[in-house]
């Protein structure tokens, strides 16, 4: 009798494993840039911890790489190849509402461009549905886009003809108005670019100088004041994996993701600082484009904008829509310092 007692003492405690086991979910999330990368080791993980906290460790995240190409992380978490993944709105012509975050002049930080950027596109962006097919649980702006060249570049004119690498959406529209010949391919493929000739400067976020190691490829940075453009990122996740999860685990994921997810976007900054610093400690040039450079740029660029304006108007106000995004963004910025 003793004995039948410890089997089935044994089996009970086996089933309980069981159990908690079953009970734990793990979200695989695809990434694209290198585990070094900021998002992969700071946003990821800091969201993840939250997840857990709040799910009492029934969800945990797993960050998976090379599951498919930049561009191809929407379908991979469409599909449910992967629970989760980032993606840059820029790689595919599809999105074109998230746009209003990228334009040129915003002048904040990241932070401040992306809890604008959630706020907005709950009010009006997702009237467009453009993230149809997953859940999005997130959205961020990186820091503003500055110039990065081999040559210094002293005005506009000084990029007509040049191979500079665009990153599509608003960013390709400035290669265009700024008579750039545009390098298309997705970010990890920039230094190689760079490296062989195959480009002669690129237009991406200050934090780049160190996370894609472009400090040692194009030693000549230009700020414009404002912003050259900046860059829109979604968060998303598969809609089959949330609804496995319990009600009240679904809630928990949400709970910390949108508005929550977006002050994650304090990455984006301390990255460009650190970028900012790493650059110059390794002899790179930075220069702010004067005044007659930045009159320059947003002549050029005012087209582009009005351009969106009316592609928008199907959805909404696209020149309402931007003074509250700009309005949000900048008053939030005051609020941090």
């Not at 390098?183 to 934090?207: I, N, Q, T, W």
Request: proline share 5%; with cysteine; aromatic share 8%.
């Amino acid at each position: 009798m003793q004995n039948l007692k410890i089997i089935f003492g044994a089996l009970g405690v086996c089933a309980l494993s069981a159990s908690s086991v079953h009970a734990e979910t793990v979200l695989r999330i695809s990434s694209w840039a290198p585990p070094t990368h900021f998002i992969n080791s700071k946003v990821w993980p800091e969201w993840g911890a939250m997840v857990e906290k709040v799910t009492e460790g029934r969800v945990k995240t797993k960050i998976e790489y090379k599951l498919a190409s930049p561009p191809k992380q929407f379908g991979i978490v469409r599909d449910g190849i992967a629970d989760a993944a980032w993606i840059f709105h820029g790689y595919n012509t599809r999105y074109v509402a998230t746009q209003a975050v990228e334009m040129p002049g915003l002048g904040t930080s990241g932070e401040a461009a992306a809890v604008a950027y959630w706020q907005v596109h709950q009010k009006y962006l997702k009237k467009a549905d453009e993230h149809r097919g997953v859940v999005l649980i997130g959205l961020h702006s990186h820091g503003p886009a500055v110039i990065h060249t081999k040559k210094p570049i002293r005005s506009l004119d000084d990029l007509k003809g040049l191979k500079i690498r665009v990153p599509g959406g608003v960013g390709s529209l400035v290669g265009r108005a700024l008579g750039v010949t545009a390098v298309k391919l997705p970010a990890p493929k920039v230094y190689e670019s760079l490296s062989s000739g195959v480009a002669d400067g690129v237009f991406m976020p200050m934090e780049t100088q160190k996370s894609f190691r472009l400090k040692e490829v194009v030693p000549n940075v230009t700020i414009m004041p404002g912003g050259l453009y900046y860059g829109s990122f979604g968060f998303i996740l598969n809609p089959r994996l949330l609804a496995k999860l319990s009600k009240k685990d679904q809630a928990a994921v949400m709970s910390v993701s949108g508005a929550e997810f977006a002050k994650l976007g304090r990455h984006w900054d301390e990255a460009d600082t650190v970028g900012r610093a790493d650059a110059l400690k390794s002899g790179t040039k930075i220069a702010v484009a004067t005044d007659a450079m930045k009159a320059d740029y947003y002549a050029r660029m005012k087209p582009v904008e009005d351009a969106w304006v009316k592609k928008v108007s199907k959805w909404f106000d696209g020149k309402a829509v931007l003074a509250e995004l700009r309005a949000t963004a900048r008053a939030y910025e005051k609020t941090k310092k």
